[in-house]
């Protein structure tokens, strides 16, 4: 694998909404949680692979609000190096949960969370009706709800 940085932009960095943009629908909806979010990127020199944003929740709760990996690098492990790095953070920072939310279309999201230790813990029915202002369309189906997965981090 090649060699590559991680690290937390700056509150006053330009906000990569092109990268965001490729695991949610609208700017809009990436406002409602960027702002009060820290941002990391994952880099090869100056080309960036992928984006995470976490989002504390509550003093025991992080949740990743977007996560999302550049064409060129999916399907080489960069995803799951993400989500290494939001648990080291976690528990770094002594937080016992660690949550994300994903479409009810979204099996390969869901099975590649699954994969990496989280479990499903709820649902926000009709969350993409509600929250957007247009029908998004996902392996052929509207989504409708959110599901919710969480890792339970040991110390």
């Known amino acids: 694998m090649e060699k590559f940085s991680f690290n937390q932009l700056s509150p006053d960095s330009e906000i990569p909404y092109h990268l965001l943009l490729l695991a949610d629908e609208t700017k809009e909806a990436i406002d409602q949680y960027i702002f009060k979010s820290d941002l990391y990127l994952l880099h090869n020199g100056t080309e960036n692979m992928a984006v995470m944003a976490l989002c504390k929740i509550s003093d025991t709760e992080l949740e990743i609000k977007n996560i999302a990996v550049t064409e060129n690098y999916r399907s080489k492990g960069i995803g799951s190096i993400l989500i290494n790095k939001a648990k080291e953070i976690a528990r770094k920072n002594h937080y ?50 959110m599901v919710l997965l969480t890792h339970y981090l040991s110390e």
Do not use: C, H
Not at 105 to 111: H, K, M, P
Not at 121 to 137: H, Q, R, T, V, W
């Open 96 to 145: 016992k949960t660690l949550a994300v939310g994903t479409s009810d279309t979204g099996f390969q999201q869901i099975r590649f969370y699954e994969k990496n230790g989280f479990i499903k813990s709820g649902i926000l029915k009709d969350f993409f009706i509600k929250n957007y202002p247009f029908p998004i369309y996902e392996n052929g189906l509207q989504m409708r709800d």
